[in-house]
């Protein structure tokens, strides 16, 4: 018994037969409130200890499970914090940074060269979220290769809206793609989301199916951006344009451990 919803039980090992048959799937997730609980410090993020053993199980798969992590967080960080076994896809900062775990566990990415005028919209961001975030106590700015973030986790709830409302009208004038996540608000200057990253490696891998697990706006872009064969999965509450829905991370890793478990069944 796996306490996963019926029809995504099966969903899942419909895919699991695809990659035993010898077709190529893409197994991919998010990193923070999928497999790893939210926590009110983000470098305190660590994977649940299920997710990891189906993780690593999924990696030890075969070649026909590709395995995969989309994040909003830069892949050097995405390596350290999550601890993705050698194979694993890291995709970072929405897409716009790729890499992957090599064999000895480091991390192998490729560079990112952000052209001048990113650069000097990125600097325009980071002083505008540093602007809002100075106005209250707990809020902070996180800054990332591509993008800058605003977190109000720590604030109280009725300023903390009217500070991400604020945030997200004052980048928006700088011309920057900005989106409303959880407690936070996430600008992006570079032309990316994951939807485009997991369609463009499904693409590359000839993936006849994907499954993909998210839990948070961010992710609808990627579940919006999938076929309707592919298995999406919305973890936790929230409008969702998912297939299924399972309801917080020990979920998730039950979903992850059922798809390794199936594509080694004979």
Known sequence: MTGLPEDLTSALDDLAA?????????????????????????????????????????ARAGEHV???????????????????PAGTVLIGSHGAERGVVAPDGTLDARPLDLPAADSARLEAVVTTLEDVAARADGAWVERKPTSAVLHVRLVAREHAEELRADALARVRALGVDAM????????????????????????????????????????ERAFAALGPDDVTVRVGPGDTVARFRVPGTAAAARVLAHVGGAVTTS
């Open 180 to 219: 409303l996540g959880k407690d936070v608000v996430d600008c992006n200057v570079v032309t990316t989301s994951k939807g485009a990253a997991l369609t463009a490696l499904g693409a590359e891998t000839d993936a006849a199916r994907t499954l993909y697990l998210g839990d948070d706006v961010t992710d």
């Open 66 to 84: 590709v395995l995969a992590l989309v994040s909003g967080r830069d892949v050097a960080t995405l390596a350290r914090l999550s601890g993705a």
């Open 18 to 58: 695809l990659a035993r048959a010898g077709r190529p799937v893409l197994v991919a997730s998010d990193f923070d409130g999928v497999l790893a609980d939210l926590v009110d410090d983000p470098e305190a993020s660590r994977p649940r200890p299920e997710a990891t053993a189906a993780l690593t199980a999924l």
